[in-house]
């Protein structure tokens, strides 16, 4: 069992931030890609950012390249999403999300957390 936790979300003006955390459990996640996936309502949703907990290599939406940071702790078993300069637009649901195949830039992740809102009002 792979079990995904977020927190973080909330409600923030555009231009502020927020830092999202996806705390991992069950699974030994050396080599997964560990990534964040977002859904605003009425639209599908879409990948925004990933990285390699072995190698720290890391992949963007270019909606959000200059703005949001990924990173991990391997110790922790947790990954985070600094979000910073938000606009309305990044409004949606978080997901973190974990592949074990590793790969950054083409996730399929079978592992999914709940999810955590994030609002930004203009």
């Known amino acids: 069992q792979v079990q995904l936790v977020e927190s973080g979300g909330g409600l923030v003006q555009a231009g502020g931030s927020l830092r999202l955390s996806c705390a991992a459990s069950?699974?030994?996640?050396?080599?997964?890609?560990m990534g964040w996936f977002r859904q605003a309502p009425g639209k599908e949703r879409e990948f925004v950012a990933a990285?390699?907990?072995?190698?720290?290599?890391?992949s963007y939406a270019d909606s959000v390249k200059g703005r949001f940071t990924i990173s991990r702790d391997n110790a922790k078993n947790t990954v985070y999403l600094q979000m910073n300069s938000l606009k309305p637009e990044d409004t949606a649901v978080y997901y973190c999300?974990?592949?074990?195949?590793?790969?950054?830039?083409?996730?399929?992740?079978?592992?999914w957390g709940q999810g955590t809102q994030v609002t930004v009002s203009s």
């Open positions: 999300a974990a592949d074990p195949r590793g790969i950054v830039t083409k996730m399929i992740p079978p592992y």
């Open positions: 990285i390699n907990w072995n190698n720290g290599y890391t």
């Open positions: 069950g699974r030994t996640f050396s080599s997964y890609a």
